[in-house]
């Protein structure tokens, strides 16, 4: 039995979980709703103020959706009620990160400004060489931050680029001089 997909989700106060055909999960709380279509071979049900998810046989396809279900319901309901957060560092001379009304202008060592509009749900928050990215979809969240780091990745000689506030980069020596 999955030890993730067995666990119940428990559903706090103020939030609502909705089950429609197709597997079709609706999560409603203070923060915005979610929706997102499950796999309909998973049995999705409300008990209590729990939410279940069991699987129809022990299939290796079974096994594996089992947790993944329940993951992605337990992400919903995080989500709605206390949102997600990435945080980026920009370290660089000369490297700098603005924003401009729903904009994120950043200065990268370019001959051009690299200009990132927000997309729908994400918040983005600057603070000195701190990006903070905010929502309540953690798939989005992650997703858009990754796609902040990928406009100049941390390289490995001086760490220069974008990097996660939680990531450490592996230095490297640089060349030595003739002796």
Do not use: C, W
């Not at 119940?8 to 997102?36: F, H, Q, S, Y």
């Not at 796999?39 to 022990?58: H, I, L």
């Not at 709605?80 to 660089?92: A, D, F, H, P, S």
Request: proline residues 5%; glycine residues 12%; without cysteine.
């Amino acid at each position: 039995m999955s030890r993730i997909g067995r666990m119940p989700i428990a559903i706090p106060a103020g939030v609502t979980v909705d089950i429609a055909e197709n597997n079709k999960v609706t999560v409603k709380g203070p923060k915005g709703t979610l929706e997102r279509v499950l796999a309909p071979e998973m049995e999705v049900k409300v008990e209590g103020a729990d939410v279940v998810v069991s699987r129809p046989n022990d299939l290796k396809r079974m096994k594996s959706l089992h947790g993944l279900t329940r993951t992605l319901i337990n992400n919903m309901v995080i989500g709605v009620t206390e949102g997600y957060e990435k945080k980026l560092e920009v370290n660089g001379v000369g490297y700098k990160a603005a924003k401009q009304g729903k904009k994120l202008v950043l200065n990268l060592g370019f001959s051009h400004p690299v200009e990132m509009n927000d997309p729908d749900g994400i918040e983005t928050v600057v603070d000195g060489n701190n990006i903070t990215v905010k929502g309540i979809d953690k798939e989005k969240v992650g997703q858009f931050a990754a796609e902040i780091r990928d406009k100049r990745r941390p390289e490995p000689y001086k760490g220069k680029g974008i990097k996660y506030a939680d990531e450490t980069i592996r230095r490297k020596v640089g060349k030595t001089g003739k002796k």
